[in-house]
Structures are given as structure tokens and as C-alpha cells.
């Protein structure tokens, strides 16, 4: 039995993932072609390199698939209800950010906040008869967010890619989505509110709360976590 180590299957995640891992010792490697999700893991015995796209890593370590997995804040917390009693943090990777945001319309020249949204908000549904529209995917993260932030009056709709978009496209009026640079939503006529945002995201290497593990499996972990410095 063996340690599963999920890690991002493609693209700059998965090659900072792998120098991140390679600057403490441990090397991660894909074997055959790149349209071969397998690889092997050089300096510690015992640990099994799965290759997974970044949005499964949280459903797999919260079904105990995966043992420790390397993916997004933003994933882990919008995909696991009660995502703290699954998983736990090891380490911050210090790649990967980018912070999960609610952008308006920059000709919205009054608002600024979280307040200001909730006026808006209410002044719109008077107006047109039918709540607000906020396109995103992380329907859990905002919600809980606007709550908090006191905004009502609004209705979230799905939004799977092109977030941006919705509200030249006419599908939204305001919409919460991740951004590293923010140049996507000004070149969309977008602003950012200016208040902290609904989440600081970056890679994150996280263990499995649920995952069993036999005696030879905790040695495994035990010198992974020595190597990389981690607890």
C-alpha cells in the first residue's frame, strides 16, 4: 500500500508543483506522454504520484481516494461542505493566486462596497421587477459572503467559463469570479468593490482527514512530511 499524492495533471500548476516538491528533495516526474495521467515520485519510498485535474483533488481527498493532494484554496472551500473536518492544510505553496472577487459595472460610479452593492441591489429589483443578477461559479463561497456583507435582493446564476462576459452579454449585472491581475474585468468595463475579497486563493498542499492509513502508509507519510518541512 502506498501513499496517493494527487497533483494538477497539466499546465504552470503542475509544473510549479513539481519544482516546489523537486526543491525539497522529493521529484516528481510523469511517465510516458503527456496524455498519460501517471507518474513516479524519486526520494521517498512508498508515495504514489496521481495526476488529476485541479478540481477533482478535492473531491478525491475528501472521499479519501487521495491521500494528500496539491490544489486551489477557492476549490477546496467552494467544492467540500464543511471542508475543514475533510481535509487540512500543510502548506501554503506561494504560487497560484489569485483572489476570488465581485466585480460591477464601472459605469456603477457610486458603488464602491458591500453597502453600496445592497442599495443597488434593492433599487434595481424596484425597477425592474425581478432580483439582480451575480454570474459566478463559487455559489457557496458568495453566498455566504453577501450574507455576511448583508446584500439581499440578488439571485445567483451559473456561470461555467467567460464569467466576464455576462453582463456585456446581458445575462448579468454583476458577477464573482477569480483573478490574479484583474486586466480580464477592465477589459470588460469591470470594477473590483473595494473591500477585502470573498477569498485569498493560492495553491495549497492538503492531507485527507478521512483516508485510512496502515502502519507502513503513516511511515510513508511521516518521512514525506520530514522532507518538505511540514507537519
Known amino acids: 500500500m502506498t ?3 494527487g497533483v494538477p495533471s497539466k499546465g504552470r500548476l503542475m509544473e510549479k508543483t513539481f519544482d516546489w516538491f523537486g526543491a525539497r528533495g522529493v521529484m516528481l516526474s510523469r511517465t ?3 496524455r498519460e495521467y501517471s507518474g513516479v515520485v524519486e526520494g521517498v ?3 504514489e504520484l496521481v495526476l488529476l485535474s485541479a478540481g477533482e483533488i478535492p473531491r478525491e481527498l475528501a472521499a479519501g481516494r487521495v ?4 490544489t486551489g484554496t477557492d476549490l477546496v472551500q467552494e467544492k467540500l461542505v464543511q ?8 502548506a501554503e505553496l506561494g504560487f497560484g493566486h489569485a483572489d476570488l472577487i465581485v466585480a460591477v459595472p ?3 460610479v457610486d458603488v464602491d462596497t458591500l453597502d453600496d452593492l445592497d442599495g443597488a441591489a434593492a433599487a434595481f429589483r424596484a425597477r425592474h421587477g425581478f432580483r439582480m443578477r451575480i454570474a459566478t461559479k463559487y455559489h457557496r463561497l458568495v453566498r455566504a459572503y ?4 448583508g446584500v439581499a435582493d440578488y439571485q445567483l446564476v451559473d456561470s461555467q467559463g467567460a464569467t466576464e462576459g455576462t453582463v456585456k452579454n446581458l445575462t448579468a449585472e454583476a458577477v464573482a469570479d477569480i483573478t490574479s491581475t484583474g486586466e480580464t474585468l477592465r477589459a470588460n468595463q469591470l470594477k473590483i468593490l473595494g473591500e477585502e475579497p470573498v477569498l485569498r486563493s493560492q495553491a495549497t498542499l492538503y492531507r ?3 483516508a485510512e492509513l496502515s502502519d507502513r502508509q503513516r511511515s510513508s507519510l511521516r518521512a514525506l512530511c520530514d522532507c518538505l518541512g511540514v507537519e
Open 3 to 5: 501513499i496517493k499524492l
Open 208 to 210: 485527507s482527514r478521512v
Open 32 to 34: 510516458g506522454s503527456e
Open 106 to 108: 464601472q459605469a456603477w
Open 45 to 47: 519510498d512508498g508515495i
Open 67 to 70: 491521500h494528500l493532494g496539491v
Open 146 to 149: 453577501l450574507h455576511m456583507g
Open 83 to 90: 471542508w475543514d473536518q475533510k481535509v487540512a492544510p500543510l
